[in-house]
């Protein structure tokens, strides 16, 4: 398979060519007739070379993150597997972890090792659309806060001639969103007969902890009110735009296409729909307006839902419709929303507080906030 860099090259050496007969061009910008079937046929050939570049590069990506959930690097050399092997001892039996390979946490316990903690990260993205859409941050040091790049309006830009007078212009208005990241922590128990006796009990135990953490925190991505926890998209209603579906405790066939056109364009590249799978039943039910009700709203063409073209995903924590609730949510996530990490979860094996149980504290950093704020548009089922 070719790799993106390569058609990525041939594609810039196409542009060169390109530009080289558009230099051709006489004043009244008018390319010489010689030269306009072969300036066509480049640019048709450059747009191929841009999509197969873009497609491979996504299979790349695919590729790579295949190989952090096998716990693989690139180039095809096995990961070695000795610190995630001492980890599941120690979740097991309290084994210490080598002193060469260990990563502890400062509260005591270890660390989950990357491999182990990429694989797992990779199930919950499967599962939770704002953690797989969200733009991440690792946050790091002892500052638990980031303050987001956002520029809130455009610069002012004026003309001149060549040798006029320039006056003073105003600077783009730039606001600092702040992630701040917040400790998500479980306390699970179990006795040493039920963690000898259960064949792979230590796998579990941490994917249980691992998965509950995140889980909870992708409920705070959704409908998170900010207080000690991630201020979710669902309830920035004061940061996103918002519109009104029409209808008190209800959504109509119309809302869908005056927030796909609300959205400004340069997001509708990225942008995707996500709500409950309730609220997508009574979406699909549906049909286009105008269309004599024959077409349907939603196409379920391949069995991954779309409206308009865009993606559906189907958010659990998202609320239902309600009079006082804001169902469903359209834009870039990506742009529009961040989500900050700022320690993986880690363990502690506590045998002695709680016997006969083993103790086992599961402790993550995270947030969540706002972004973009003009990246996503909320609908709330309601006239007023």
Known sequence: MIDSRTLEDRAARLQSQVKAITRMADRDGAIPESKRDELMRLTGEIGSLEQLAKEAKNAELAE??????????????????????????????????????????????????EPLHAELIEKIREIDPIVRLAHRFDLSGGDTKMQLPFKAT??????????????????????????EAFDYYTDQRATQTAVDSIPGFENMLLGWIVED???????????GDGNTKAAGLFAATATYPTMLSGAAGAIE??????????????????????????????????????????TPLVDWTGGEPKILGKPVYESSSAPEIGAANYPVAFGDVGAGYAIGLHRTPGILRDPYTVTPYIRYYGLARIGGCPWDSQAVLLLKSNDA
Do not use: K
Not at 67 to 87: C, K, L
Not at 213 to 223: H, K, P, S
Not at 272 to 289: C, D, G, I, K, Q
């Open 154 to 179: 455009h610069g002012a830009v004026a003309n001149a001639t060549e040798t006029g007078a320039r006056s003073e212009q105003d600077a783009p208005t730039f606001t600092s969103p702040v992630l």
């Open 213 to 223: 953490i995140w889980e909870q925190a992708g409920v705070d991505f959704a409908v």
């Open 253 to 294: 066939a119309e809302n869908f296409l005056e927030m796909f056109t609300a959205l400004h364009p340069r997001y509708r590249p990225g942008a995707a729909w996500l709500m409950t799978s309730a609220t997508l039943a009574v979406a699909s039910a549906f049909t286009y307006p105008g269309t004599g009700n024959t």
């Open 64 to 113: 790579l993150r295949a190989i952090v959930r096998n716990g693989e690097p690139p180039m095809g050399h096995a990961y070695p597997t000795a610190e995630a092997q001492e980890y599941l001892e120690y979740l097991r039996a309290g084994t210490p972890m080598a002193a060469s390979i260990t990563t502890t946490d400062t509260n005591g316990g270890y660390l989950v090792p």
